[in-house]
């Protein structure tokens, strides 16, 4: 079952080839920008000074705060609901060889439509918010009627189940969960027990995700999975600590674009997960890159922020 992250969706660009989602820090900074126009300058700053020191959920808070109500509303969809006609159709195919794995049921801390855009029929294509489906258990038997995008973390279409700021995690992950949080929860560690997880686009430094995740590993004693990461070259030795902590197994990279996009379709043409380690290879460097960078919490290459569509 995949599992994606924002990578895949800061891979998508416009017609005039620019990302058409925000990095975390963008996103931030864009908020500051927006307080600064509406007179709001204390607050601009305070965003700001949160930003300098990498408080990025204290940053969201404060930018939420600033920007209440329907204004807030706005600039989410602004920032994760774009026309899809502006969009360069052709980014999206890393994105559409993910559904080529065969799995009907696609997770994702992403706030975004890339997947539902994807997906082989974006009209029946559901989408879950965070909050459990009704008809999880018929997911995990593989007997879903039609394809679906399960946003752990919210999606654009319901603006109040997105999880961005501190006080949204803490309603996600706290120990002190509201009841349908816990269900997700609930369902994420169902999944991850039963299933062989797929990641892509993930950074892996989403610390309260990472510790759901090792908690599967923990309870499962080893006997999860398996799992796999698919991790560009570049940030792999960046990685391996937390990759091996997870129990995942690499799958490197040496480009994005076209040759990655030909390894992820190579594996969905195989349909097994027993295949995995066979086509566990380097790729030829044989296209430039789209450079969507590490995920969500990652350090992208060229840059010091982190993407953020989901967030994870």
């Known amino acids: 079952m995949p599992f994606v992250g924002a990578g895949v969706s800061r891979a998508v660009t416009n017609r005039a080839g620019q990302p058409v989602f925000p ?20 607050e601009a700053r305070a965003v ?6 990498g408080e990025y959920l204290a940053a969201a808070q404060l930018a939420r705060d600033g920007l209440r109500g329907r204004r807030w509303r706005d600039f989410l969809l602004h920032q994760f609901d774009p026309d899809i006609a502006e969009i360069d159709r052709s980014t999206l195919a890393w994105a559409e060889s993910i559904w080529s794995l065969g799995s009907d049921v696609v997770v994702t801390t992403n706030y975004d439509r890339v997947l ?3 997906s082989p029929h974006p009209p029946a294509c559901e989408h879950w918010p965070t909050k459990v489906p009704a008809d999880y258990l018929a997911a995990l038997a593989g007997r879903t009627a039609k394809p679906a995008v399960w946003h752990l973390h919210g999606m654009i279409q319901q603006i109040d189940s997105i999880i961005l700021t501190s006080e949204d995690y803490d309603r996600l992950y706290s120990s002190s969960l509201q009841r349908r949080f816990s269900a997700a929860l609930a369902t994420l560690r169902s999944f991850l027990a039963h299933k062989s997880f797929v990641f892509f686009g993930f950074g892996f ?15 499962g004693r080893g006997g999860t999975g398996p799992h796999y990461a698919f991790v560009h070259r570049d940030e792999s030795e960046r990685l391996l600590p937390r990759v091996r902590a997870l129990n995942l197994e690499l799958v490197t990279f040496d480009e994005f674009g076209p040759p990655l ?16 380690p066979k086509l566990t290879r380097s790729l ?20 010091g922020s982190e993407f953020v569509t989901e967030r994870g």
């Open 23 to 42: 990095t975390w820090r963008e996103l931030l900074e864009r908020a500051a920008q927006q307080l600064h126009a509406d007179q709001k300058a204390e």
């Open 48 to 53: 700001r000074a949160r930003l300098e020191r």
């Open 116 to 118: 539902e855009w994807a």
């Open 205 to 219: 430094m989403d610390q309260r995700l990472l510790n759901e995740l090792l908690g599967v590993v923990e309870d």
């Open 261 to 276: 996009v030909q390894l992820v379709r190579e594996l969905g043409d195989a349909r097994t997960a027993r295949l995995f």
């Open 284 to 303: 030829d460097k044989q296209a430039p890159s789209l450079s969507p960078g590490a995920g969500e919490f990652g350090s992208p290459r060229g840059g």
